[in-house]
């Protein structure tokens, strides 16, 4: 089964960074879609970043675009986080994501690591 799993995460206080990186089992996920979506009590899902293999396109939540680059390593079937600038808000479980369609949408990716917590203190 492929398998996806994050490391990286911590406490960190607000201002500073954290990079986060999701491992894959196979070879088959490194080029499809991969995204980092976070989740905290009561509430949906949150997508927050993600990137293709061919070209390489990005795209980010607004809450976190130009503090967050998410990245790639297909030789190492690795996708990073670097998470800049960190606040409050940004508590939460972060979940790495592979899919072969869609960016946004939870529901458009197949495979899904088992999160990591990132707690950012005031």
């Known amino acids: 089964q492929v398998q996806l799993v994050e490391s990286g995460g911590g406490l960190v206080q607000a201002g500073g960074s954290l990079r986060l990186s999701c491992a894959a089992s196979?070879?088959?996920?490194?080029?499809?879609?991969r995204a980092w979506f976070r989740q905290t009590p009561g509430k949906e899902r949150e997508f927050v970043a993600a990137i293709n293999g061919n070209p390489g396109y990005t795209t980010y939540a607004e809450s976190v675009r130009g503090r967050f680059t998410i990245s790639r390593d297909n030789a190492k079937n690795t996708v990073y986080l670097q998470m800049n600038s960190l606040k409050p808000g940004d508590t939460a479980v972060y979940y790495c994501a592979a899919g072969n369609v869609g960016l946004r949408a939870a529901q458009s990716y197949n495979y899904w690591g088992q999160g990591t917590q990132v707690t950012v203190s005031s």
């Open positions: 196979g070879r088959t996920v490194s080029n499809s879609v």
